[in-house]
């Protein structure tokens, strides 16, 4: 398995422009999730789908940002327009639903997309 | 809301000393506690724990879960260099995950 697959790696951009960011979950898995991280809030949940429906976008900070997931292989992250505070690393995760209301569930993080917003 | 801390924030040791991470939680409707490595890249998958008292292992690393006062620690034997990273606790009360700040780990030789 591929895990999960995350572009770009790196991207340096200007304030003001637009940035999208890509990810491919695992095959088979349910849940997608986006995160950023910054040394200052740590690993923060931004909005996560379900079968392809946003089901808890409250951590999206603002309207600049907005994401989506039109198939099961295939989720975006947008910013526009990008301001040098959006500056993190951005990860996508994946996860298959708990098997038991016990059991619950790992996520698998892809490798993540330093954005630098100069 | 869930809530998730991570006591210590950083830790600076020696090669061959053991330490214990800790990770408190607030979650309605828990599920899960999972802790996270992650050295330069994405954090990996280290323990899940659901039940109390029940110790997981895997070689030098080992982590307990008391559901009752609501704490999990992660404990390190023999450290070595290569255990440096920042140690990632989250909760699982649901699907939507929430994570501590993480503890950074420092192993000097």
């Known amino acids: 398995d591929a895990g999960v697959i995350q572009s770009p790696r790196h991207e340096v951009t200007e304030m003001g422009q637009e940035v999208t960011l890509r990810c491919k979950p695992i095959s088979g898995h349910d849940y997608l999730f986006w995160y950023r991280q910054t040394m200052m809030r740590g690993l923060e949940l931004l909005i996560y789908?379900?079968?392809?429906?946003?089901?808890?976008d409250s951590g999206m900070p603002e309207d600049r940002f907005s994401a989506k997931m039109p198939n099961a292989s295939f989720s975006t992250l947008k910013i526009q327009p990008s301001e040098p505070r959006d500056s993190a690393v951005y990860f996508c995760?994946?996860?298959?639903?708990?098997?038991?209301?016990?059991?619950?569930?790992?996520?698998?993080f892809g490798e993540g997309s330093w954005l630098t917003v100069v | 809301e869930d809530k998730v801390v991570q006591s210590p924030l950083s830790l600076v040791v020696h090669e061959g000393d053991t330490v214990t991470l800790n990770c408190s939680y607030e979650?309605?409707?828990?599920?899960?506690l999972l802790w996270y490595k992650q050295e330069k890249k994405a954090p990996t998958f280290l323990f899940m724990l659901t039940s109390s008292g029940i110790e997981k292992k895997s070689g030098r690393l080992s982590s307990i879960l008391d559901k009752k006062e609501l704490f999990s620690i992660l404990n390190i034997t023999a450290t070595q260099t290569g255990d440096s990273a920042v140690y990632l606790c989250?909760?699982?009360?649901?699907?939507?995950?929430?994570f501590g700040k993480g503890m950074k780990l420092t192993v000097n030789p």
């Open positions: 789908f379900n079968n392809n429906v946003p089901i808890d």
């Open positions: 979650v309605t409707n828990f599920r899960s």
């Open positions: 989250t909760q699982g009360g649901s699907e939507k995950l929430v």
């Open positions: 995760a994946s996860s298959s639903p708990p098997r038991g209301i016990s059991s619950g569930n790992t996520i698998y």
